[in-house]
């Protein structure tokens, strides 16, 4: 009789968030990473994080910025750093990780909405036979697999049915369709593009690797938070008139997320 394996290794896609750093003052970097956090309000705690050191010059002390993550409950997977620093971040135990390009910094936050780290894409962070929501219980995450696709086709994923608290689905290097509600709390990732035909009441995060040209659609916003890019924004405070619980259409212009109302 043969015996059960005790262990295998397979392949899989994580999305995770990229805190890409601008300075090597960590002072002034955990001061920051406070106030993004106390902006976001809890939206992305457990999203494990990948630290963006590409635009250093000069290390900093990657064991309290990593300790200073985790109090966040943001788990660090790895970091991406310039040779120059590579050996600092391996000593400190980070792994060496080789992503796309961020996008450029996200904007200050608006009067109207607070703005925040931004998501790194995903490792942050497959497209296309268009798979049904996932019957898997809250906290689960919905990956769509890449089948052959025509030349500058663009894959898409559907998702037929209505997204409960705690869902996630991510369509890698595809757009994404949800026919029906994104409910509170649950989340929808896309390299692509984002559309949702109906209420829109969690996250949503287009161009997740980095698509500046991403837009997200929904025929009514509602959302706790959006994102292009790596460029996000919280919609804790009602919006204007024409654009609260109004179809809308999410986009970015420069390095500024603008929120506007869908022409239908």
Known sequence: ???????D??????YAIRVVLHSSDL?????ALDQRMEEAAGFF????????????????DWNQLAEALKRHGLPTIG???PADLAESARQ????????PAAPARSPAPEPEAAAEPEPAPAAQAAPAPAPSQPETPPATETVAEQPPAAPHAVPTMVIDKPLRSGQRVYARHADLIVMGVVSHGAEVIADGNIHVYGPLRGKAMAGARGDTKARIFTTRLEAEL??????YRTL????????????ALIRLDGEKLLVEPLPI
């Open 1 to 7: 009789m043969e015996a059960s394996p005790v262990l």
């Open 9 to 14: 290794i397979k392949s899989t896609s994580l």
């Open 27 to 31: 002072r002034a970097v955990l001061a």
């Open 45 to 60: 705690e457990d999203e494990p994080v990948v630290i963006d050191a590409s635009r250093l010059a000069e290390p900093l």
């Open 79 to 81: 970091i991406m750093a």
């Open 92 to 99: 400190a135990g980070l792994a060496l990780l080789s992503l």
């Open 226 to 231: 959006v994102a292009v890019a790596g460029v």
């Open 236 to 247: 804790a405070t009602a919006l204007s008139p024409d654009i609260q619980d109004k179809p």
